[in-house]
């Protein structure tokens, strides 16, 4: 028979620890932070799991894919509504973003003339920076490149910012939801160690929509820790209904992407995916997604997605926190969303429009 992998809820951490001793040779993985266990069980087991009185809910195991492509064509692309902020010196130093993708490459841009990365690997264990599909690094290139091996041609949007990356995602550009939740658990238990105030999700898996949803609750969880949680919406426009997890979490920041028009107007990309028509709450906002310069393993290589848009709010987000260090997730979110440029476009397609800083002098 062969056995499921699942999520297993409790109600409070009395069951939780409870459930454990009843379960042992059942669980896999252990998720204190939600109060849920992983674990595999065959099909008869469920639903026997399923008339526990310690479980809360059980969930399915999803699969996550990183919200990126390749472009053919070169066009460098510039920050209008962040480059302003260079000129004073608010490069995001201080503040720290938590990476949960396919790793980090050990770049120049990264590591000299100092080392501002934190590195762990949920997937293989190894110890020392990597990264075998990419993505994690062109992720972490958007905010936090310094630009020495480019003389600032690149730079990232907060050059100076300390980036965490925690490979939890497999060099096919997939990965579990097991190992996302042992990534967000590792940055809700060191969160004030490293005072880690902003983490970037680029990737998504299909939500769950008949019960709990693993993604949207650890990120919610970490969302009440104190950490700023941005993800991207997904490449699955442009119907609706097609956010992806944990981006569907109302707790959460969700990007979705924009894109130029043959008449240079900004509107969203017709890869970005959509919030539901009767519940136009998702996206939150979109930013720049097509030909976005990335640092790749052979120098600067453009990249779209909602992946790419994803980064440019989190860096804003250190703009913020850099500027106020006191703000709240919710006051974060409240900001951005408020002074958003307004679109004419449906909100399940822009939410409260593009991103804009022009109110961060007056946080």
């Known amino acids: 028979m062969i056995d499921t992998k699942c999520v297993l809820f409790t109600s409070d951490k009395k069951d939780f620890f409870t459930l454990r001793k009843e379960l042992s040779y059942q669980i896999t993985n252990s998720f204190p932070f939600i109060n849920a266990y992983g674990a595999s069980v065959s099909s008869c087991e469920i639903s026997k799991l399923q008339s526990n009185k310690l479980i809360r809910a059980i969930a399915s195991h999803t699969t996550v894919k990183t919200c990126s492509f390749h472009q053919e064509v070169y066009f460098p692309h510039q920050n209008p509504e962040l480059d302003a902020y260079y000129d004073k010196k608010n490069f995001g130093q201080g503040t720290t973003v938590a990476v949960i993708d396919t790793g980090i490459r050990p770049h120049v841009d990264f590591f000299m003339p100092k080392n501002r990365v934190i ?98 609750e650890g990120a919610s969880a970490l969302w009440k820790s104190g950490v700023v949680v941005v993800t991207s919406a997904g490449n699955s426009g442009e119907k609706s209904g097609t956010i992806t997890s944990p981006g569907i979490s109302r707790d959460v920041i969700t990007v979705g992407g924009a894109c130029k028009n043959e008449k240079g107007e900004i509107g969203p990309c017709d890869f970005s995916s959509r919030g539901r028509l009767e519940k136009s709450t998702k996206p939150d906002i979109i930013a720049h997604a097509r030909n976005i310069a990335t640092l790749q393993k052979n120098g600067c290589i453009p990249q779209s997605g909602t992946s790419m848009a994803a980064p440019i709010v989190a860096s804003a987000c250190c703009l913020m926190l850099q500027k106020n260090p006191r703000l709240s997730p919710n006051r974060v979110k409240e900001l951005l969303l408020k002074n958003a440029k307004a679109l004419p476009y449906p909100k399940n397609e822009v939410g409260q429009g593009m991103l804009s800083l022009d109110f961060i002098d007056e946080i």
């Not at 993505?135 to 905010?143: D, E, F, P």
């Not at 005072?195 to 929509?209: D, H, L, Q, R, Y």
Request: charged share 20%.
């Open 119 to 216: 590195f762990k690997d949920f997937v293989n264990g190894i110890k020392s920076p990597y990264d075998d599909n990419g993505h994690g690094t062109a992720v972490a290139s958007i905010i936090a490149s310094n630009g020495l091996t480019t003389k600032k041609e690149f730079q990232g949007i907060v050059p100076r910012a300390n980036i965490i990356a925690l490979k939890a995602i497999s060099n096919n550009g997939e990965g579990g939801a097991f190992k996302i939740l042992e990534a967000m658990q590792w940055i809700y238990l060191n969160r004030k160690k490293h005072n880690i105030k902003v983490v970037c999700m680029s990737f998504g898996a299909e939500p769950i929509t008949d019960g709990v949803d693993p993604l949207s």
